[in-house]
């Protein structure tokens, strides 16, 4: 924020172009689609928890479900880390950079784990909660993921479609949300939202989401009544 007021401006970032232009791609992708483009696909982190978690679950480890009441409070704390982190910043960016090691990104990404040993252990501490509650450090803590929502909040195509019957009457896609960013009413929360892109994987599986079933179910017995009437219809035509 304070770079474009430097001098010279934009310096820090052109020092690292690859940073430069993932930001940028990052900025427009956040306002056409939102935070899930960053988050659910890019970040290096986010990959690292969903590679374990995925690993864990294969080998049956049990996931643990925080309660809807729980999960709401706790969306709060990655607003609260990032607001601390940027007032800190208007202040001193030293002091910014102390309190950004709530990111593990420095000690996972950055230097493979070979850092003192309490930021090795912060870090595996988060991974081992992603273990059990899938994007524990996405969901709750991340102050990039927080800043992200707020600055996407409202992105310009809502391209994840839903149906009038999700939440009134079929709450499978909840279900499914691995972030819980699915509300009781049907309704994608998209600042929680990580566009993983399996609520759509139900969505169309004719095999599974009850509107695409029942759809399926009236063309086979509409299907199957034509073929009942074929022996009449034979019959009508021969009088004919
Ligand atoms: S499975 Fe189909 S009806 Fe059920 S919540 Fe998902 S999209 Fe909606
Ligand atoms: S399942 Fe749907 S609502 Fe949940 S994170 Fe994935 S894309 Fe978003």
Not at 18 to 30: E, K, N, P
Not at 104 to 119: C, Q
Not at 146 to 175: D, S, T
Request: charged fraction near 20%; hydrophobic fraction near 50%.
């Amino acid at each position: 924020m304070r770079a474009p007021f430097s001098d010279p401006p934009l310096d820090a970032f052109l020092l690292d172009p690859l940073f430069f232009i993932l930001g940028i791609y990052i900025a427009i992708t956040l306002f056409v689609l939102g935070r899930g483009v960053f988050c659910g696909w890019l970040c290096p982190f986010g990959a690292l928890q969903e590679l374990s978690n995925k690993a864990v679950v294969l080998l049956r480890v049990p996931q643990f479900r925080v309660p809807r009441a729980v999960q709401e409070k706790l969306w709060a704390v990655k607003y609260l880390a990032a607001v601390a982190i940027l007032g800190v910043g208007l202040y001193s960016i030293d002091m910014a950079n102390q309190l950004e090691e709530i990111e593990p990104f420095k000690t996972a990404i950055n230097v493979y784990f070979l850092r003192e040993l309490p930021f090795v252990l912060y870090a595996v501490a988060l991974l081992a909660a992603g273990l059990f509650i899938e994007r524990f450090y996405c969901r709750f803590l991340c102050p990039l993921g927080g800043a992200l929502a707020v600055a996407g909040r409202v992105p310009m195509f809502q391209w994840l479609k839903r149906r009038p019957q999700c939440g009134a009457q079929c709450r499978i896609c909840e279900a499914d949300c691995p972030v819980g960013a699915i509300d009781p009413s049907g309704h994608i929360n998209m600042n929680e939202c990580l566009q993983c892109l399996d609520c759509q994987v139900d969505y169309y599986d004719a095999n599974k989401c009850p509107p695409l079933i029942a759809r399926k179910k009236r063309k086979e017995a509409r299907a199957q009544e034509g073929l009942s009437l074929q022996p009449q219809l034979a019959a009508v035509k021969a009088d004919v």
